[in-house]
């Protein structure tokens, strides 16, 4: 079983930044993929950001409504996600939640943190 933690939402103003971590836990024999995806009332859950370990360098897909103010970035040592998120709007307000595909196949969601974009 995996378990992922997720770290670092709360309340910030338009503009503001937050950094997102997600650590993973359990019996992993590795990650092929990390990822966020977030969820507003009322919305589908969506992909934010996601980054893959195929190929020499991994692949990063963004979704285009945070490209150039988010990254993505996982440090494989402790197994763990990040998710910087700069210049943030209103609109970004939302659940945030990990995903994880292990070694195996496996997917595993965390609980989700709350980020909140008002003034």
């Known amino acids: 079983q995996v378990q992922l933690v997720e770290a670092g939402g709360g309340l910030v103003q338009p503009g503001g930044s937050l950094r997102l971590s997600c650590a ?3 019996r992993i024999f590795g990650i092929n993929v990390m990822g966020w995806y977030r969820q507003a009332p009322v919305k589908e ?3 934010v950001a996601v980054v893959s370990s195929g190929g020499v360098a991994g692949s990063i897909v963004y979704a285009d409504s ?3 103010r988010f990254t993505i970035s996982r440090d494989n040592a402790k197994n763990t996600c990040y998710l910087q998120m ?3 709007k209103p609109d ?3 659940v945030y939640y990990c995903r994880t595909v292990v070694v195996g196949g496996g997917i595993y ?3 989700g943190t709350q980020v909140t974009v008002s003034s």
Request: hydrophobic residues 35%.
């Open 66 to 68: 945070v490209k150039g």
């Open 45 to 47: 859950r969506e992909l």
């Open 24 to 26: 993973a836990s359990g």
């Open 92 to 94: 970004d307000t939302a």
């Open 86 to 88: 700069n210049s943030l």
């Open 109 to 111: 969601w965390g609980q």
